[in-house]
């Protein structure tokens, strides 16, 4: 089975802090997703990685960045963290570029900006 | 309304009993999966149908995709106290990138 480990369950930072969140695959795949969600709103799409040291942005970029420099490490960065950044932030990663396979997603963290 | 979008938003049915969910979008897509998160948790992936398909099993699990409607509805049979979570769709669009696009999500509650 896929595991997909974020090393937080739970985190709370201060406002202006860099904050990061970490995110490690054992499957050895190429695309890694990092998602942030809100009641109502869903799951939103922050950043993708399709190989290491690539990366795309998502629906809500702003605020954040990413690192991938190893392909089962993909790791979210809040810059100067925000109290709107207070959310669940979910990871996950599927194989190959093939469109009907499904996501694999960790465990979330749940993040906490005073 | 959201690409992906899930109704009802909540559902409390008896155990014993089916609870079927049904999720609208937009887009022309390659396919439709389903996904559960139980509270506090990540999200599991269930069922996966493609564009070509109509209807696919898994379990106690039916999922049904309409493409001419733009609809999917998920249904499990014979529910339990431990189907009691957030079912969420997602949509692989054709465009070609790697994005899956996830509705609002539908709150089960099943009654012991």
């Known amino acids: 089975d896929v595991k997909v480990t974020q090393s937080s369950r739970y985190l709370v930072k201060r406002t202006g802090e860099k904050v990061f969140l970490e995110c490690v695959q054992d499957?050895?795949?190429?695309?890694m997703f990092w998602y942030r969600q809100d009641p109502g709103l869903g799951l939103r799409l922050i950043y993708f990685s399709y190989d290491v040291k690539m990366k795309e942005k998502g629906d809500i970029p702003e605020g954040y960045s990413v690192s991938r420099e190893k392909k089962e490490r993909f790791s979210l960065i809040l810059e100067s963290a925000s109290t709107n950044q207070t959310s669940m932030y979910l990871c996950?990663?599927?194989?190959?570029?093939?469109?009907?396979?499904?996501?694999?997603f960790g465990d979330g963290t749940r993040l906490s900006i005073l | 309304s959201q690409q992906g979008e899930e109704d009802p938003q909540a559902l409390s049915i008896q155990e014993g009993e089916n609870a079927t969910m049904n999720c609208s979008y937009k887009t022309s897509i390659n396919n439709l999966q389903w996904y559960r998160q139980n509270s506090g948790r990540g999200l599991v992936h269930l069922i996966l149908?493609?564009?070509?398909?109509r209807e696919k099993h898994s379990g106690r699990l039916r999922v049904t995709l309409d493409t001419s409607k733009k609809s999917s509805s998920l249904l499990i049979t014979a529910s339990r106290a431990a189907d009691t979570a957030s079912y969420f769709c997602?949509?692989?669009?054709?465009?070609?990138?790697?994005?899956?696009?996830f509705g609002t999500g539908t709150r089960l509650t099943i009654i012991p």
């Open positions: 149908i493609r564009s070509n398909e």
């Open positions: 499957m050895d795949h190429e695309n």
């Open positions: 996950a990663s599927r194989g190959p570029r093939d469109f009907n396979q499904p996501q694999h």
């Open positions: 997602a949509t692989d669009s054709n465009f070609g990138n790697e994005k899956l696009t």
